[in-house]
DNA sequence: GAAGTTATGTGATATTATAACGTCGCGTCA
DNA sequence: TGACGCGACGTTATAATATCACATAACTTC
């Protein structure tokens, strides 16, 4: 559980990590940044939010591999996996805005072809547009 | 050339789309669109040009697969082959901020494993974030 | 050259993200 | 316990990125 490998790491689980988490969870898919903040507050007794306090929550949980941040979106989302921080790929639907997390399993063969080219590469993002099976 | 594949498609090489294009080709690496709103009057008598201006020649460059947007980046580069629209893949260095366009040669795996989760793509992009042979 | 279409110019505004700085909460150690 | 140090948070302001809306200009076709 997210909350556990936190701490594991010597790192706090504090109020707005696990509430921009949390959101992230119950959306299942891709959110920006100002639906969070706008989204933040409701229900409870929650205060507002104002954008530096999602964007560093989003920027912690991004670091534990808890959540990725789709660029071509400018959107952010749960990590699907239950795995140490990694690459993360997406199959994102132009129609209904999904975004499922899948492993292409090329990894291996890009970070050779890189290397090949003298490069070193560190992490890698692969985005795959195109329509869901819902949409299709 | 990039003009003749524009006229060849039937569509316009006007002055901001070529000032935005040729700009791009002159970096050789990616640029922020407010870089090209503040170059695009360096030299000779052109005027200046405000976000639409660039945005729209981006936009159509883009269609004409003679440029290529790096959302992780925020920036645009000049495509590096002469192939009709493409998928593009990059190797990003993170320490000097060049981009190479290259072909991983993954294209049809990703594809079917896209399909065989009942994903039907169009369009993919791979970044790789590393260090290039010459920071490395 | 008049009409229809496409592209551009311009001002305003929307969206996304970060800077700067003071305060709070928590762990540490005298 | 209480002073300190450090990391996280709250708040205001602003930077950076991108789009809307509408008027004007250029090109195409007839
Ligand atoms: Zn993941
Ligand atoms: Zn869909
Ligand atoms: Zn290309
Ligand atoms: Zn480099």
Known sequence: MAEGR?????????????????LLLQAGAPVKAYDLIAD???????????PPTIYRALDFLSGMGLVHRIPSLNA??????????????FLICD??????EFDPKVEPVVRAQAEHLGFRPTAMALEVRGLCRACA
Chains 1, 2 share one sequence.
């Open 6 to 22: 936190c701490l594991e790491a010597g790192e706090r689980w504090t109020a707005p990590r696990k509430r921009v988490f949390e």
């Open 40 to 50: 933040y507050g409701h229900g409870q007794d929650r205060g507002v939010a104002k």
């Open 76 to 89: 952010y989302v749960a990590c699907a996996v239950d795995e140490a921080v990694h690459s993360a790929s």
């Open 95 to 100: 129609c209904c805005g999904s975004a499922e």
